[in-house]
């Protein structure tokens, strides 16, 4: 298939008519080139920036990156990028899917016959047949049930490490002007007010002006001394992808003053604020409240998302105080789910967790040596309670 399919016809074949019936169906796996991967997934409802192979390439280069697109009646339904970590030694690997697996139509009647269809060839190709570890990280769920971690606990997967604030802060988005409002908490309210009184404007930008971004997020992190763990060096390669991909900037000014500044991934259901910026100036004139409210309103008018993803909190309190008070009364806060393992082989999953296990005391180990950095802004946000959701 083409890498210069148009959206429109992408629309139309991700779209198959008719009911598959959940014992019946008959999924077709197939490996594809990076280019046709992320012009085809860019028409998925669940499609998510970790999924698209310009970005995986760029952030995890010392993996093998294998894009399986998954077809009924050579109509692709769903899709797992998946990165292949060999173990030191060459003794095993893990096959990862973070965010995955991702359905082209999460309105088809037989969304979850599809979803657990994936999974199993998943577990079939890469645990039965390559004798791997299958890692999955699922999404956070917008639902109080979260079915993608359920489904994948149902099909043996066996729960593994979990984040430290594993909330994510979820916006609803297609609300007419006056029920946004009305949706957020009081004092967000109040000081998105005071903001609209100072002068400020709002500009969506090409991306040509991603320079004038990276100036104003590399004086803030200097500025606020903030650890960062990001893929912020990923941003090149994304700005160049076809338009449904790419992430789309926005500005605020006071007058000819940029003071304030967001990259957000817009593509499928859930929106997703990846980066932002601010100057020093941004704080009294309350720029970020002004930014946001009117990104919401650009994506409720300008795309077909449902929610407005503004990720986590890395444990900072006055960052989960903004986000709290932006969802409000009409979005959520819920968690990301553990990390789900699966392995048909008792050593290859002895292997595979064994050394997940050691890649995640590295990452806790680098984050308790920037907190011990009295330089580095210092998390003050109280640890949740131990998650009782995920079993």
């Known amino acids: 298939m083409s890498a210069a399919v148009s959206s429109v016809d992408r629309v ?39 999924q698209i192979f310009a970005f995986a390439q760029l952030r995890w280069p010392s993996v093998t990156l294998e894009p399986n697109l998954f077809y009924v009646s050579n109509v ?23 965010w995955a697996p991702m359905i082209a139509d999460t309105q088809h009647p037989e969304a979850d016959a599809i979803y657990n269809a994936m999974v199993a060839a998943l577990k079939a190709e890469y645990a039965d047949k390559r004798g791997m570890l299958v890692s999955i990280l699922p999404h956070a769920s917008t639902d109080p049930h979260n079915a ?35 949706s957020f908490d009081q004092t967000w309210r109040r000081q998105l007010t005071k903001s609209e ?22 004086a803030m992190s200097e500025r606020k001394l903030f650890p960062d763990f990001s893929a912020f060096d990923t941003l090149d390669k994304l700005f160049v992808l076809d338009p449904t ?22 593509a499928g259901k859930r ?61 959520v806060i819920t968690p990301v789910p553990p990390v789900v393992n699966y392995a048909s082989n008792p050593l290859a999953y002895a292997l595979g967790v064994g050394a997940l296990g050691a890649r995640e005391m590295l990452h806790r180990l680098r984050r308790t040596l920037s907190r011990a950095n009295r330089n580095i802004a210092q998390s003050d946000q109280p640890l949740p309670p131990l998650d009782r959701q995920f079993s």
């Open 12 to 50: 139309e074949m991700l779209r198959p008519s008719g009911a598959l019936r959940a014992d019946t169906i008959e999924l077709t796996r197939r490996l594809v080139s990076a280019d046709d991967w992320d012009a085809i997934i860019s028409g998925f409802d669940t499609v998510c920036q970790e």
């Open 76 to 98: 692709p339904v769903g899709g797992v990028l998946i990165m292949i970590q060999r173990l030191p030694g060459g003794l095993s690997s893990i096959a990862i899917a973070k």
């Open 148 to 182: 993608d971690y359920a489904a994948l606990r149902g099909a043996g997967f066996k729960r593994g490490y979990a984040l430290t604030y594993p909330d994510r802060y979820l916006v609803k988005l297609q609300l007419s002007e006056a029920e946004l409002r009305a």
């Open 197 to 218: 009184k100072n002068n400020l404007r709002f500009e969506h930008a090409p991306p040509e002006q991603l320079g004038a971004f990276k100036l104003l997020y590399a």
């Open 245 to 266: 991909l790419r992430p789309e900037l926005f500005y605020v000014y006071e007058g000819d003053a940029l003071v304030a500044g967001a990259v957000i991934f817009k």
């Open 271 to 331: 929106a997703v604020y990846l980066y932002g910026a601010t100057n020093a100036a941004a704080l009294p004139l309350r720029a970020g409240y002004f930014l946001h409210f009117h990104i919401i309103q650009w994506l409720s008018q300008s795309t077909d998302a449902e929610w407005y993803d503004l990720g986590g909190t890395d444990g900072f309190l006055g960052l989960h105080q903004f986000k709290k008070g932006m969802v409000g009364s009409r979005g």
